[in-house]
């Protein structure tokens, strides 16, 4: 169950995602807007999301009574590192444009101009922009033009981040430039290359025209978008960091546009994904954030026992308390929680413990013998 002070915060969470004056004043009404409040919301990287919704609601000067420096100082740097953020990916998509490239951008860089009042309110490690298989080599060429260099991961060198359909890290030459990371997939990992079957090229078909940080882009249409955030947040950090942060983007973003959350759920079914996106619905709903989504819930609510098992690892509680699984080995059994379909866990424990060669070239350079029992034994001691 969660603490009393962590269902008191998650409550002006529920009140800032609501449209209107009411819930927060009612809210601020009967609770402190306190330093461990705002210590609470700054730790999750919400402060500056909070700090903007009170002023446009017109509420900071009664919040201003209470202890909230803090609150006000946590908006005014992020606002200065929004602007730089813009400024960067101002330069990036124009020199995409010139390689004749127009990216899907995902995640904190689109959401921060769509989903959330301003781009301040959203802070971020990075920029995500999808680029297809012919055009990444442009892409690469056109960053490395402004002065970017790749930044490799030995343990995921570019032929396995390919095979994946990871992404190209980019290190910016300008001070204050966030790491940029191009995409084969909004969808990346070895997880979702076993488990799921994501449609990848509908997803590119049904892709939206926006306009963030005055150019034009693409963005996932918005079931698909919500269902990329859920899975991003299940599979790929466990629902750790952002946490619930990242509750809060699917809530926000749900409410730019009505959705059809019937057919949200039958696609996320259709694409084998059906138990993360639920997991992460689910929550958000429990929590007050996103109570239109029940009829998704519902949907792809699993088996008792899964639900069961599931919660054991990963509820309301621990999210407002930021537990953090992703760095255990109760991971790996949320990994196999997640997997749709039974007759699909052994198969992924099976190619966890003994890849396919390809695989291993991929990741290792090379599969002999040697390179199989060394990856073995990597496994046997949770190091996949």
């Known amino acids: 169950m969660p603490k009393r002070k962590e269902l008191k915060n998650a409550g002006l969470l529920r009140a800032l995602a609501h449209s209107g004056t009411d819930s927060p004043a009612a809210w601020l009404a ?9 210590e609470w919301l700054d730790v999750r990287g919400l402060a ?7 002023s446009e609601l017109r509420l900071i000067d009664r919040a201003a009574a209470e202890p909230r420096t803090g609150l006000g100082l946590a908006y005014c740097v992020e606002l200065g590192q929004a602007l730089a953020r813009e400024q960067q990916l101002q330069r990036i998509l124009v020199a995409l444009a010139v390689a004749e490239i127009t990216p899907i951008l995902f995640k904190g860089a689109v959401l921060a101009y769509t989903a959330y009042s301003a781009p301040a309110c959203r802070p971020m490690g990075d920029l995500d922009l999808w680029l297809t298989a012919e055009e990444m080599p442009r892409g690469k060429a ?3 033009a402004l002065g970017y260099r790749q930044k490799i991961d030995q343990t995921r060198p570019p032929a396995f981040q390919e095979r994946r359909l990871g992404n190209i890290k ?3 030459a300008h001070p204050g430039d966030i790491l940029v990371e191009l995409h084969w997939s909004a969808f990346p990992g070895v997880w979702l290359n076993r488990a799921a079957a994501v449609d990848h090229a509908a997803i590119r078909a049904r892709a939206v025209p926006v306009t963030v940080a ?8 918005l079931e698909d978008a919500i269902i990329q955030l859920a899975v991003h947040l299940a599979v790929s950090h466990q629902m750790a960091a952002p946490g619930v942060r990242g509750l809060l983007d699917v809530a926000l973003l749900a409410r730019t546009q009505p959705v059809d959350w019937v057919g949200l759920a039958d696609r996320a079914q259709a694409w084998r994904v059906g138990t993360a996106v639920w ?5 958000t709903s429990e929590l007050g954030w996103l109570t239109e989504a029940a009829p998704a819930v519902a949907r792809l609510r699993p088996d008792p026992v899964r ?10 509680g621990s999210m407002l308390a930021m537990r953090d699984i992703s760095r255990g080995p109760l991971r790996y059994a949320l990994f196999l929680l997640l997997v749709d379909r039974n007759r699909d866990v052994a198969a992924i424990v099976a190619r966890a413990v003994w890849p396919e060669r390809d695989w291993l070239i991929a ?6 013998l040697g390179v199989r029992l060394r990856h073995l034994s990597g496994a046997v001691r949770g190091r996949f």
Do not use: K, S, W
């Not at 500056?48 to 009170?54: E, G, I, T």
């Open 214 to 221: 005055g150019r034009p882009v693409l963005t996932p249409a």
């Open 363 to 368: 990741r290792y350079g090379r599969a002999g």
């Open 279 to 283: 997991l992460v619905l689910q929550l």
């Open 48 to 54: 500056p999301y909070a700090f903007h919704r009170l």
């Open 142 to 144: 056109a960053l490395e």
């Open 307 to 316: 639900r069961y098992l599931l919660a054991r690892l990963v509820n309301a």
């Open 170 to 172: 980019m290190i910016g």
């Open 30 to 38: 009967h609770n402190a807007l306190d330093n461990a409040t705002v």
